[in-house]
T-cell receptor
Framework: GAVVSQHPSRVICKSGTSVKIECRSL??????MFWYRQFPKQSLMLMAT?????????EQGVEKDKFLINHASLTLSTLTVTSAHPEDSSFYIC???????????????FGPGTRLTVL | AQKITQTQPGMFVQEKEAVTLDCTYD???????LFWYKQPSSGEMIFLIY??????QNATEGRYSLNFQKARKSANLVISASQLGDSAMYFC???????????????FGQGTILTVHP
């Protein structure tokens, strides 16, 4: 299957700093990327949908000014957690959509995730 | 609104036996896709199997099969001949079908932790 990378895999930062997480589709062009957040032993919660060249669509309850998303190219999307606080500590996972048309099958590929710890 | 329910927080199975992980869904969309993903302790999400709402036959991928009962809105995952490496969290997910460049987002169930005993 297609490969999606995330960088960094782990990050520890001090409260009040900003952290940038990169999501790259390595061998395909992704017009849409998704950002999820996952707390331990819980499900993935969609934070936002990122379309190349346009503004991200945020899910209800997700602060757009806190979680800045940029999708500058068909292979790269970034999530910046601004002024991070301990409650932002979580596992952040991106996925990239390979568009083959409606009702295509396994066309959303996930990155390996980034574990953020805010002290 | 979509909803995915996995009622089994944890399941145990003996190595080499089969196990069924339950998933029910609720949607008003006539066209949708159902997915199962495996998440080992490393955190990566591994795609296992897909079932389209209009597919007549149940999907199969190696040791994985999806028992799709549309009228009951269930999409249970069956893993045959369990292996120790199957121990992981398993998520059922549903996707709204978007056309063209509008790709539908996934909604995930709560997950089931599967433990395979030797």
């Amino acid at each position: 299957g297609a490969v999606v990378s995330q960088h960094p895999s782990r990050v520890i930062c001090k409260s009040g700093t900003s952290v940038k997480i990169e999501c790259r589709s390595l061998d395909f062009q992704a017009t849409t990327m998704f950002w999820y957040r996952q707390f331990p032993k819980q499900s993935l919660m969609l934070m936002a949908t990122s379309n190349e060249g346009s503004k991200a669509t945020y899910e209800q309850g997700v602060e757009k000014d806190k979680f800045l998303i940029n999708h500058a190219s068909l292979t790269l999307s970034t999530l910046t957690v601004t002024s991070a606080h301990p409650e932002d500590s979580s596992f952040y996972i991106c996925s990239a959509a390979l568009i083959l048309g409606p009702e295509s099958t396994d066309t959303q590929y996930f990155g390996p995730g980034t574990r953020l710890t805010v002290l | 609104a979509q909803k995915i329910t996995q009622t089994q927080p944890g399941m145990f199975v003996q190595e080499k036996e089969a196990v069924t992980l339950d998933c029910t869904y609720d949607t008003s969309d006539p066209s949708y896709g159902l997915f199962w993903y495996k998440q080992p302790s490393s955190g990566e999400m591994i795609f296992l199997i897909y079932q389209g709402s209009y597919d007549q036959q149940n999907a199969t991928e190696g040791r994985y099969s999806l028992n799709f009962q549309k009228a009951r809105k269930s999409a249970n995952l069956v893993i045959s001949a369990s292996q120790l490496g199957d121990s992981a969290m398993y998520f059922c997910a549903m996707r709204e079908e978007g056309g063209g460049t509008s790709y539908g987002k996934l909604t995930f169930g709560q997950g089931t932790i599967l433990t395979v005993h030797p």
